[in-house]
């Protein structure tokens, strides 16, 4: 979230009292939600990672990768840059691409750029080690397959990236931190969905360190692991957003098919936006968060992360699928083709009536993205919003991550990491300040200094839900609304505690080359409407234009 979250006043005036047993600390909880949100930077403590030697990251692949050459990766370029899934496995199947030469083809691109250069980005933590074999198997599995229509709606062969705070076999995950660098584990409830529909687990994407609630005085995109994750569009220049950062920029970059973020209160829809790609930040519930590094089992979810929408739904439907692990994961008895089981089709926006902030008219794109809907037949109710606040909003998510962070690393994190707590995490990062925490720790600290009674806790969550519907559904009724149509993740604070759906997609650049997406927000479960019309409004805008340096 930028610095123009002021923008939302409801979401930056959090009015925190402090329980008895906060004023008696010394270290009080913080109540700033600009904490948590993308900042405005001037420079970087640190830019490149101290953790990842790119010699040993590379050894590994030599070998296979040594026949594959510019040449080969040049007369590829047209086959794979910024096309989607469904042409991709035509492209497959028409024999000018196969599922090894694209998986070496991201390789060979996130070598070039990645790391150590002058246009490096920071993106790419950690590669699958037998991630070239696994695409070798596709391929020979493909021979005996009955390819159907709905073949080219799935991920299988399709090289994946997963935020690094997600489990995955044959890679540690460390939520960016040092404190987790040995920590290596069994695939998270969403990636063994994902290998199960035939994704390649390509790597892990750098982050925010600790999905951004670990150091609130840092740039977003910054880990300890990773270094700092600059953005594609301006490096050094325009903000990644946070915390699905790495996601974000290796999307944008096609450093993958696609990536897998999670997100709180904006950390999906903020990279994507900032990025321009599609971000879905789906109802809380659909894909399940067992073996995800939390922040808030109230409000964690993962999500996709796209070049297009038809990409989004696609990855969206291979993660699905009740989790009885998680208590949140819902029972629905949904197929796997909910999410594509129809074309999308232009007529998706005739006559729905979407609710667009008189605060935000000043914003000429955003402006802009209103006539192209009404011009696909939707219809634009200028609203104004509630006045509504999110009292506590930091503290919710200080108490859940102190009961939270314990319970993974107990059951979902590697028995030898040797910490159990958010406490046990600050000192062991005292013991190498300059390395695990440039920037301090200070959302960390807060979070051992806040505590409260269970009914307090409840008391919160309730008020915070009750406020973020209210928000939503009074002008819901009031105008008879389908939707709301917000500014990159301007809405994200909202949208979280009311646990209700959002999207976001390109709606083009500022002056400055900033860019910039309109996110659509609507009830639970309403994934497929907001899928639809995100398309419809991409395909009549156009607004996704690949950074231009890496072409």
Not at 188 to 212: P, T
Not at 217 to 228: E, H
Not at 518 to 535: D, G, H
Request: charge should be negative; hydrophobic fraction near 40%.
């Amino acid at each position: 979230m930028r610095i123009i979250l002021s923008l939302i006043a409801l979401c930056m005036i959090l009015s925190c009292k402090e329980s008895k047993s906060n004023v008696e600390t010394d270290k009080k909880p913080s109540t700033d939600i600009s904490d948590i949100s993308t900042k405005e930077f001037r420079e970087f403590k640190v830019l490149d990672s101290k953790h990842i030697n790119t010699t040993e990251l590379w050894e590994v692949f030599n070998t296979e990768l040594e026949d594959f050459t510019e040449a080969t990766y040049n007369s590829l370029k047209p086959f794979v840059l910024e096309q989607d899934i469904p042409t991709l496995h035509n492209n497959v199947q028409e024999g000018k691409l196969t599922y090894e030469l694209l998986t070496k083809f991201y390789l060979y691109r996130i070598r070039a750029f990645d790391r150590e250069n002058k246009l490096s980005l920071n993106s790419v933590i950690a590669l699958n080690p037998n991630v070239i074999a696994e695409a070798k198997a596709k391929d020979e599995q493909l021979k005996n397959m009955d390819i159907t229509e709905q073949f080219n709606f799935t991920v299988y062969g399709m090289p994946i990236l997963l935020k690094d705070n997600i489990n995955a076999s044959g890679m540690p995950t460390t939520a960016g931190a040092v404190a987790l660098q040995n920590n290596t584990t069994e695939d998270a409830f969403i990636v063994s969905q994902l290998k199960h529909e035939g994704a390649l687990i390509l790597g892990k994407a750098n982050l925010s360190e600790w999905a951004y609630f670990f150091c609130g005085d840092c740039p977003s995109g910054y880990s300890a692991i990773g270094g700092q994750t600059l953005n594609p569009y301006g490096r050094k220049i325009i903000d990644t957003g946070g915390s699905s950062s790495g996601s974000g920029v290796a999307v944008a970059a096609n450093f993958c098919v696609a990536a897998v973020g999670s997100e709180t209160s904006g950390s999906i829809l903020s990279p994507s936006s900032q990025n321009s790609i599609v971000g879905l930040k789906p109802t809380i519930g659909l894909l399940s968060r067992s073996g995800i590094v939390p922040i808030s089992s109230t409000l964690d979810t993962p999500g996709p992360m796209t070049k297009n929408v038809i990409d989004n739904a696609i990855l969206l439907a291979a993660m699905y699928g009740f989790d009885e692990a998680d208590d949140k994961s819902l029972t629905l008895k949904w197929p796997k083709a909910y999410y594509v089981d129809s074309d999308f089709n232009k007529d998706d926006l005739k006559g729905k009536r979407f609710g667009a902030f008189k605060r935000l008219m000043e914003d000429s794109l955003y402006v802009n993205a209103l006539s192209v809907l009404k011009a696909q037949g939707a219809e634009i109710i200028e609203i104004e919003e509630e006045e509504v606040e999110l009292p506590n909003f930091i503290r919710l998510l200080n108490l859940d991550m102190k009961a939270d962070l314990p319970t993974y690393l107990s059951t979902s994190a590697n028995a030898n990491v040797g910490v159990e707590s958010v406490q046990d995490v600050i000192e062991f990062n005292k013991k190498d300040s300059i390395n695990t925490m440039p920037y301090g720790q200070k959302l960390f600290e807060g979070i051992v200094a806040d505590s409260a009674t269970d009914s307090e806790f409840e008391s919160i969550k309730a008020t915070l839900k009750t406020n973020g519907k209210l928000y939503f559904d009074v002008p819901k009724k009031a105008h008879d609304l389908d939707g709301f149509l917000s500014i990159n993740n301007y809405h994200a604070g909202f949208a979280a505690v009311a646990e209700y759906p959002a999207l976001t997609v390109p709606m083009g650049y500022t002056n400055d080359g900033v860019p910039k997406g309109l996110t659509f927000i609507s009830t639970p479960l309403s994934e497929k409407n907001l899928l639809s019309w995100a398309y419809v409004y991409e395909v009549a805008s156009k607004k996704r234009v690949a950074p231009k340096n890496y072409n």
